[in-house]
C-alpha cells in the first residue's frame, strides 16, 4: 500500500488527545488481548495521568500520529526527553562527549515505552501499513526533531524487523542483550529442571529451597485477586529499590491506584507474606505469549527469596499459562545460571550532527560485533545439558 504524500502526521502533547480505540487499532490489531500491554492506551495513558511523565519529569510526550483520509494508519509513543534516566539503553557517553564538543545534547526525541526495557513494536501500525506507516512515522520525528533543532532521535527495544526497515531508511543500528527464559514445552518446572546439567539443577532446587524456608507464604495475584493493601505494599518495595538504583522512583504512587482499576487483568504480583505482613514482591505485566518482569522491592532482606520471586515465580506462572517466554528485564549476568539466556535488543538512532554521527556509527559496529560475540560465549556457559555434537 502507498500514499505517502496524502499521509498527514500530527503531534500530540498527551494520550487523551487521540481515542483509545484509534490508537489501540494500531497498537493492538486485532484487539484480544495484548501482545504488548505496555505500548496500549491505557497503560500509556497512565504514565502521564499519574504524573509519571510530563511536566518535571523529563519526560514530555510528543506522540505521533499518521493519518490518511482521516483515517489513523500509525501512531508512535514518542518524548522529548531531559535527560537519559529511565531508558535501559545506554547514551551518557554520547551526551557527554557531544556537550564536551559544545554541542548541546538534551532535549532529545525517544521513542520508547518510559521505564520500560521490554522488546516490542514502536512504530504501531495498522496491519498492512508496516512499510508506509514506519517512513511516515520516521519522516514526522525527524521532522520534529529537526525543526526543534535537536541533537538526535532515538527509538529503543524495538523488533527486529524495525530495526532492519530503520537501517534500510538510514537510522544508525545498535545491538544490546538481555536475559530471556525460553518456553521449551516443558509441562512444569521440573521438566525445565530436567533440561539442565545437574549441578545446575541442584543449585536451583536448593535456592528455591532456601527461599520458601524464609518464615512465611509465597503467592502470585492477578486480576480480581488484587486489592488496594496489595499496592500500598507494594509501593513501600518499590520506592526502597528506586531510591537505592535511581535515587527517586520513577513511577508515581497514583499510577498502581490508575493500573488496578483499568488493568488488574495485565499484571501479576508475587508476594512474599510473614505473620500476615508484606515483606518483598515482584510485579510482572502479561502479554499474550510473554510474562514481563518489571519491579522487585522488598523491606525485609532473605537468602534467595530475590530469585524466587523474580525468576522461578514467573517460570513457573510462564508454563502454567502456556507462555512462550519471560522477559526480566534489563542487566543482571546471574540471571543466566537460572536459565535465563543472552539474546539481542535492537534500537535506532538520528543524530543531528554528520561528524558525530559518523563516530557513533563506527563505535556502533565494534559494539555489535563484541555484543554477538558475547551473546555467543555467554550462551556456552548456559546451565542446559549439552548434546553430544555440543561437547
Given at each position: 500500500m502507498d500514499g505517502q504524500d496524502q499521509i498527514e502526521i500530527t503531534v500530540l502533547s498527551g494520550l487523551?488527545?487521540?481515542d483509545a480505540a484509534d490508537w489501540d487499532a494500531c497498537a493492538?490489531?486485532?484487539?484480544?488481548?495484548?501482545?504488548?500491554?505496555?505500548?496500549?492506551?491505557r497503560v500509556l495513558l497512565a504514565f502521564e495521568e499519574s504524573g509519571?511523565?510530563?511536566?518535571?519529569?523529563?519526560?514530555?510526550?510528543?506522540?505521533?500520529?499518521?493519518?490518511l483520509s482521516g483515517e489513523t494508519i500509525a501512531v508512535m509513543p514518542l518524548y522529548l526527553k531531559g535527560h537519559s534516566q529511565g531508558e535501559y539503553i545506554f547514551d551518557h557517553n554520547w551526551a557527554h562527549a557531544y556537550e564536551r564538543a559544545g554541542g548541546r545534547y538534551y532535549p532529545k526525541l525517544q521513542g520508547a515505552v518510559p521505564f520500560t526495557p521490554a522488546t516490542g513494536r514502536?512504530?504501531?501500525?495498522?496491519?498492512?501499513?508496516?512499510?508506509?506507516?514506519?517512513?511516515?512515522?520516521?519522516?514526522?520525528a525527524l521532522q520534529l526533531a529537526q525543526e526543534s533543532r535537536l541533537s538526535s532521535f532515538h527509538v529503543t527495544f524495538c523488533t527486529e524487523e524495525e530495526?532492519?526497515?530503520?537501517?534500510?531508511?538510514?537510522?544508525?543500528?545498535?545491538?544490546?542483550?538481555?536475559?530471556?527464559?525460553?518456553?521449551?514445552?516443558?509441562?512444569?518446572?521440573n521438566a525445565?529442571?530436567?533440561?539442565?546439567?545437574?549441578r545446575?539443577?541442584?543449585?536451583?532446587?536448593?535456592?528455591?529451597?532456601?527461599?520458601?524456608?524464609?518464615?512465611g507464604t509465597i503467592?502470585?495475584?492477578?486480576?480480581?485477586?488484587?486489592?488496594?493493601?496489595h499496592w500500598d505494599a507494594f509501593w513501600r518495595f518499590y520506592q526502597d529499590t528506586g531510591a537505592r538504583k535511581w535515587g527517586t522512583p520513577y513511577l508515581t504512587r497514583r499510577f498502581f491506584d490508575l493500573a488496578h482499576a483499568r488493568f488488574p487483568e495485565l499484571m501479576m504480583l508475587v508476594l512474599a507474606e510473614r505473620a500476615g505482613r508484606p515483606v518483598a514482591g515482584a510485579l510482572n505485566f502479561i502479554g499474550r505469549d510473554t510474562l514481563f518482569g518489571r519491579y522487585w522491592g522488598c523491606i525485609e532482606d532473605h537468602p534467595c527469596l530475590h530469585f524466587e520471586a523474580c525468576y522461578y515465580q514467573a517460570i513457573d506462572h510462564a508454563i502454567a499459562h502456556g507462555l512462550s517466554r519471560v522477559e526480566a528485564g534489563a542487566q543482571g549476568s546471574h540471571k543466566l545460571a537460572r536459565g535465563y539466556l543472552p539474546v539481542p535488543t535492537w534500537s535506532l538512532h538520528w543524530i543531528a550532527e554528520p561528524g558525530f554521527a559518523n563516530a557513533v556509527a563506527r563505535y556502533l559496529q565494534a559494539e555489535r560485533d563484541a555484543t554477538d560475540e558475547e551473546i555467543e560465549v555467554l550462551t556456552t556457559y548456559g546451565p542446559f545439558r549439552k548434546t553430544k555434537g555440543e561437547e
Open positions: 487523551d488527545r487521540i493492538n490489531p486485532g484487539g484480544g488481548w495484548p501482545v504488548d500491554p505496555f505500548t496500549t492506551h509519571s511523565v510530563g511536566p518535571g519529569t523529563g519526560w514530555q510526550p510528543r506522540h505521533l500520529v499518521a493519518r514502536r512504530f504501531l501500525t495498522r496491519p498492512g501499513w508496516e512499510g508506509t506507516g514506519t517512513a511516515a512515522l520516521v519522516q514526522g530495526w532492519a526497515r530503520g537501517g534500510e531508511m538510514g537510522l544508525l543500528q545498535r545491538v544490546t542483550q538481555q536475559f530471556h527464559w525460553e518456553n521449551r514445552g516443558y509441562r512444569d518446572f525445565f529442571l530436567a533440561d539442565l546439567s545437574s545446575k539443577r541442584k543449585t536451583i532446587r536448593k535456592e528455591r529451597e532456601t527461599a520458601q524456608a524464609f518464615g503467592r502470585q495475584i492477578t486480576g480480581e485477586g488484587f486489592e488496594p493493601a
